[in-house]
Every structure is written in C-alpha cells, then in structure tokens.
C-alpha cells in the first residue's frame, strides 16, 4: 500500500472538532484524509479531488446524509454512516439505502479505520463488491445485508452471527472460486481479531447447517488441501 | 351499484334492525302467502250424508248379526244408552224418518243429530277423476241418496234428478282437486246418529277423527318451517353484513394498539361504526404524529449527547495510551447509559414487521456472538425450531438477557425447548442471582439490583414489553445458584 498513492477519506460532518480529530486519525494511520462541513462541500470535493471513500455523518443541516448517500449508493465512492443514531433500526436503515458499512458514534477510532480498510479491500474486488446492494440471491435463499440475516428459500428468517455473516458475504463476492483459509481469514474477519484457521473451519461448518437443505447439493464445497469453494451462482 | 350499496351499509344500526324486521315480516307474509296457494286448503269437516245413511244402514246390520259395533277408522261406533240428542233439530226432522225407513224401524228408534253444510259454500274434494264423473253424473244406481223415500221437506235439498240427456264434462287435462258436491247431496258435520238395537241397547255413529287433519297440519308445520328457515337466512345475511366491518373494525383497532403507523380503521359499515372509525383515525393521526415527533425529539437529543462523547473520544487519542483506554472506558458507560434511555423511549419494536424466523438460528449466533468475543457463555438446543415475530425485537430482548447474565453471573448458559404449543427459553448464570422478593419488581423501569455494576434499569422492562408484544412473558425462577431466567413464546 505504501507505494501506492495513498487512499483519500473524505469525512462529512458538521461538528468541526469531529471532522479536524477523525483527519488526524486517518493520516495517522497513512490515508489522505479531507473534511467538508456539509453535503454542498462535500460534493464539490468530490468533483475537485474526488476521494476513494467517504465518512457520512446522519444528522447535518441541509441536506442530510441519509438522503446524500441515497443519491449516490453505487453511484460514487464507497460510503461508511458515522451516526448519532446507534440503534440496529438505524443501522439497517443506513445499510439499506445503500452504506457500505454503518458505525454509530462514539465509536473507537482505530475500528473506523480497521472498517474504512475492510470496505477498501471489499470495493477493490471490482466484479464481486456489493456496494450499494442490499439483498443479494442465491440457490433461492437471500442474504439481507443490512440485517445481516439469510432468508431461506420457506421465507424463514435464519438469523447469522457476525463471524457466519461475514464469512458468507466474503463467498456470495467470490462465487464459484477457491478461497484459501488465509483468504477467508483476511476477508472475514477483522485485522485486529485472533483467529486461527481452525476458526475459519468452525464458522464454514455452522454456516454449512444454515445453508442445509434436504435434499440439496452443498453451497460450500471443501477443496481438499486449498480451502473452499461457493457453488451457487448469486444475483442481486 | 357499489355505490349504492355502501350507502345501504351506512345507514345506522336502528335503520338496519328495522329494515330486517320489515324484511323478515315480508318474507314470512310472501312464503305463508305462496304456501297457501300452492297448498290445498285444511279439508272441510263435512261428509256427505246419503253416505252417512248407507254407512249407519250397513253398520247397523252387521252389529245385529255380529253382535258388537263395527269398526271404522273414520267413523266412531258405540254401543250403549240412547244418545242425549236434540229432537227438534231440522236435520232430526228431515233424516229420521229417511235413517228409520233405511233400517225398517220405527222413527222413535232412531235420533240423529248433525250441522248441515250449506252446500254452494263448500266444495269437496275427489280422490280421482273417475270418482268425480261417477259423482256429478248421477248417484250410485243401488243406493239412491234417500231411498224410496219421498223428497225431503226441506226445499234447497230436494233431489233434482240430472238431466239424462246433459253430456258428461269433458275431463280436463290436469283434473281439480275440488269438485262440488252433487246435486242433492247435503253435507253435515258434527254427526251423530243413534238406532235402538233389538236388544234395547242403542247403537250410536259419530263423527270419528278425520286423518286429513293430521295431513293438514303437516303442511302448516312446512309452512312454519320454510318460513322459518327463509327468515334464519336473512337474519343470517343481515347480521353479517352488520358484523363483518364491526368485526374488521375491531381488528383495525387492535392493529393501531400495536402499531400507530397501521392501515387506517376502514370507514365501513353502520353509520355509528363509520362514526367510531373516523375517531379512531384521528387518535391514530395524532398517535402517529405524536411518535414522530418523539421520533425527531429522541434523534436530537442522541447527536447533541453523542456528538460531545464523540470529540471527547477523538481528543483521547492524543492522551497517552493507559489514560485513553481510561476515558475510552468511561465514555463507553455514558454512552450505554444513553443508548439504554434512548431504546426505551423509541419503542422501535412495535413497528418492526413479523417474520417467521429460526429461533434455535438467533440464539445460537448471538450465543456465537458473544463467545468470539471471549465469553463464557453455552448454548443448548435442538434442531430448528420456526417462530412468527420480529427478528430485531427478539434479538435485542435475548442480548438483554444474556448481556445481564454476563454482567452479573459471569457464565451464561441458554437452553431452548420446544414445548407443546409454545418455545422456552432459559438463560441460567452464575452469579448472585434474583432473591425471590425482587422477582417481579426488577422488571419495573430504573429499578437496579446491584448499583455497583452499570446500566440503567430498563434492559429488563424492555425485554418484557418484546416478550409481551409477542404473546410469551419473561419470568424469574427459583434456581441452586445464580439467575434464571424463562422467556415463553408462542409458536
């Protein structure tokens, strides 16, 4: 990364100590980071600079960040909600319209910019990221990103733990390839987390059950001696 | 045509008792009314009485060589004292003496009582065609009506012999039931004819029950029973129009109870429920004003608290890393504070829609949850197990439940059953436990057993509230050591 450019954040927020703390932070940790007090500075930034990802904050005056990042879910840069609103109704509302991740203040900086690199790596992998989707289908279930559940093909919600949750996102990405333990690993589960293979072997059984249908073929094949392999092809 | 039948509907609930009543008075009058068309009239009490005088003749010669009275289902025979009757009667004057010359008798053996039928107002009825051509043409040639007697006295009744020569009516195609008596013929009622047997004992005739009747009343209970039946069908039809929008208005009310931002209560129905479903409305208009404005108050005062709590977390990055972790401490139990104030008031649950959703799923992957982050913490269930509710509200009452069991017991352990018609849950830990005095009243909001830990006081109540919104209850139970805690929920 280092001998790349440098990623550029640009943070939306009308607090000017939040915005001049959380540039701080990310310089800190080797982005380029941008501040704009409301959405009118924010798009003019965007059209001057252009940025790789945006830090939207919920509640400004004028137009406010959910409406903002209505307008450009998938359109623009990835978007990460940095909200006043903490509750999980918000949080799926902002996931809903399209954010690619939704963190409620205050939160640790370190894990905003541990998510602002998650969302990176996610929106690299240009033909799989899900930016901007909300549900995506496969071998009839669905995956409702913003709750983090799985549908099942009965209209039964199944709900995922966070592990299963982001394990399954990581495969409905990649369909149809071979991902190594140290992919998944990388993939699934923050930077900062210790989790060893094994981990990665526990989370594929538990999400294997969900998936289960009598019947059925088995979504996620074990590739012996490489890893494992999601059979079905999603849409969105 | 809808139109109009809606404002049929909106008439008030008097206009529709009265309209059932006229309708029902209508219906009973139109299905009596074609009954009775459609019907044959009761049969007239009469009898014919030259058939009477055969019948007594024939009777009476058989109990003379007999010895008792015949028997005759339609004619009642008795053998006995002389009959009480009236000897002044015009009958008794006009058939005596024709009844004493059939018997061979002296007329002061004989007594007869009877009501004569004035023959033009009676029409009688034939059992066939054959028999009513035999009838009108001319009496039965061995049994002349009066014998050889001479005509009676009495002149409307004198036997006028038909004219030979008149031709016979053509049969019409569908043949009358009634027919005339034939000419002549006098029809009596209420008869009573009485003879002396050579014995001294008498011999009397009466009228017996007429079975005709019994057909008769068969055919009235019909016709009660159709009505009836015609009447219990509209009843039917009107009360349900009248209880079907009382019924969906019900439901309409029930569903703003749950959920103001609910479909409005439909304006259908009797004038008086139109009426009630518009007040409904409007209580639920300002309910859901009232909820959108707590909505903006509740998001107000979550950025101005929240945001400070944010700067203060960014300038602790600056501290020195055993002071950051200090404050980053203490921030985080404001910020539980505030976040427990703020998901009490927001009763966000009510508006969450119901789902059928794997609870054996949501139990394990917050038990998962809980133990990547490192806790202590089982879980214990079987295969799945489907439920009708709301997958946040049951997420956020059972991570109450398993974070108190945490706080304060340490180790948590969750047990799912299916029971006959309902899941139960148990989370066990164990720490000091609920003293049995304490069971009910930790669900009240603010009430905290152990001040020295954090929170607020109200992950209990709200668990309730979900729990109860459900249609299950949440429970404190005895137990060895430490909490236990019950969560029911109907499948």
């Known amino acids: ?133 909300d549900t995506v289908r496969f071998a009839g279930f669905r995956l409702d990103l913003a709750r983090r559940e799985l549908i099942d093909p009965d209209n039964v919600v199944i709900p995922l733990s966070t592990g299963e949750f982001r394990l399954l996102r990581a495969f409905v990405e990649r369909p149809q390839r071979v991902l190594s333990r140290e992919q998944l690993l990388d993939l699934a589960f923050a930077n900062d987390s210790e989790v060893f293979d094994r981990a990665v072997d526990v989370q594929v059984s538990r999400l294997r059950k969900k998936l289960e249908r009598h019947g059925e073929p088995e979504l996620i094949r074990t590739v012996r001696g490489e890893g494992y392999l999601f059979a079905a092809k999603p849409s969105r | 045509m809808r139109a109009r039948s809606d404002k049929l509907a909106g008439l008030p609930i008097a206009a529709h008792l009265a309209l059932l009543v006229t309708l029902a008075f209508a219906a009973a009058f139109a299905v009596v009314l074609a009954l009775v068309i459609w019907l044959p009239p009761r049969p007239p009490d009469v009898v014919r009485g030259d058939m009477l005088l055969d019948a007594f003749a024939r009777g009476y010669a058989e109990t003379k060589t007999t010895g008792h009275a015949p028997g005759d289902g339609s004619l009642h025979w008795r053998i006995g004292s ?260 703020i998901a009490f008031a927001r009763d966000d649950p009510a508006q969450e829609p119901r789902v059928r959703l794997d609870l054996t799923a949501l139990l394990q992957s917050l038990v998962d949850d809980q133990a990547e982050a490192g806790r202590d913490i089982s879980f214990e269930g079987g295969e799945r197990l489907l439920i009708t509710g709301q997958s946040l509200g049951l997420k956020r009452l059972f991570s109450n439940l398993i974070d108190n069991a945490l706080k304060y017991g340490r180790v948590a352990h969750v047990r799912l059953v299916r029971e006959q018609d309902e899941a139960a849950v148990e989370i066990t830990d164990e720490g000091p436990g609920v003293p049995e005095a304490a069971r009910e009243t930790v669900f009240g909001p603010f009430v905290r057993l152990d001040s020295s830990v954090g929170g607020a006081g109200l992950g209990l109540p709200a668990a309730r509230s979900i729990a109860r919104a459900h249609g299950g209850d949440i429970v404190f139970l005895a137990a060895e050591k430490g909490a236990r805690v019950r969560v029911t929920l109907p499948l």
């Not at chain 1, 990623?7 to 941008?34: M, Q, T, W, Y």
């Not at chain 2, 008798?105 to 034939?126: G, L, P, S, T, W």
């Not at chain 2, 009426?275 to 404005?293: C, G, H, K, S």
């Open chain 1, 1 to 133: 990364m280092s001998l790349e450019e440098p990623p550029r954040v640009l943070i939306v927020d009308d607090d000017g100590d939040i915005c001049d703390g959380l540039v701080a932070v990310f310089e800190r940790a080797g982005f380029s980071a941008l501040a704009a007090r409301d959405v009118a500075a924010m798009e003019r930034l965007l059209a001057e600079k252009g940025a790789d990802l945006i830090i939207l904050d919920l509640m400004m005056p004028g137009e406010d960040g959910l409406s903002a990042c209505r307008r450009m879910a998938g359109k623009g840069p990835p978007i990460i909600m940095l909200s006043a609103l903490g509750d999980d109704a918000d949080r799926i509302v902002g996931l809903e319209i399209g954010a690619d991740d939704y963190l409620a203040k205050p939160c640790n900086p370190r894990e905003l910019v541990a998510r602002a690199r998650a969302v990176l790596r996610r929106g690299r992998d240009k033909e799989g990221g899900l930016s901007g989707v």
């Open chain 2, 82 to 341: 002389a009959p009480n009757l009236e000897e002044n009667s015009h009958i008794n004057h006009m058939l005596r003496p024709q009844l004493a010359a059939r018997l061979g008798i002296d007329e002061r053996f004989v007594r007869v009582a009877a009501q004569a039928a004035r023959a033009e107002m009676f029409v009688y009825r034939v059992r066939s065609v054959d028999h009513r051509v035999i009838d009108e043409r001319a009496p039965p040639p061995e049994h002349p009506p009066f014998g050889d007697m001479p005509p009676p006295r009495i002149a409307p009744f004198a036997p006028e012999p038909p004219p030979p020569e008149r031709p016979a009516p053509p049969i019409p195609p569908e043949p009358p039931l009634f027919a005339p008596p034939p000419a002549g013929v006098i029809l009596l009622s209420g008869f009573e004819f009485g003879a002396q047997l050579p014995d001294g004992r008498w011999l009397v005739m009466s009228q017996g029950r007429n079975w005709e009747v019994l057909g008769w009343i068969g055919r009235a209970a019909l016709v009660s029973g159709v009505t009836l039946a015609f009447l219990s069908l509209i009843a039917l039809f009107v009360a349900r129009r009248m209880a079907q929008p009382i019924q969906s208005f019900a439901r309409a009310v029930e569903a703003v109870g749950v959920d103001p931002q609910s479909a409005p209560a439909p304006e259908r129905g009797p004038r008086e429920l139109r009426a009630a479903a518009r007040a409904v409305n409007a209580m639920q208009a300002r309910l859901r004003a009232l909820v959108a404005d707590r909505t903006q108050t509740l998001a107000t005062v979550a950025h101005d608290m929240r945001t400070p709590l944010m700067r203060l977390r960014l300038a602790a990055e600056d501290v020195d890393p055993a002071q950051r972790d200090r404050i980053a401490k203490e921030i985080g139990e404001v910020e539980a504070l505030v976040s427990s104030f």
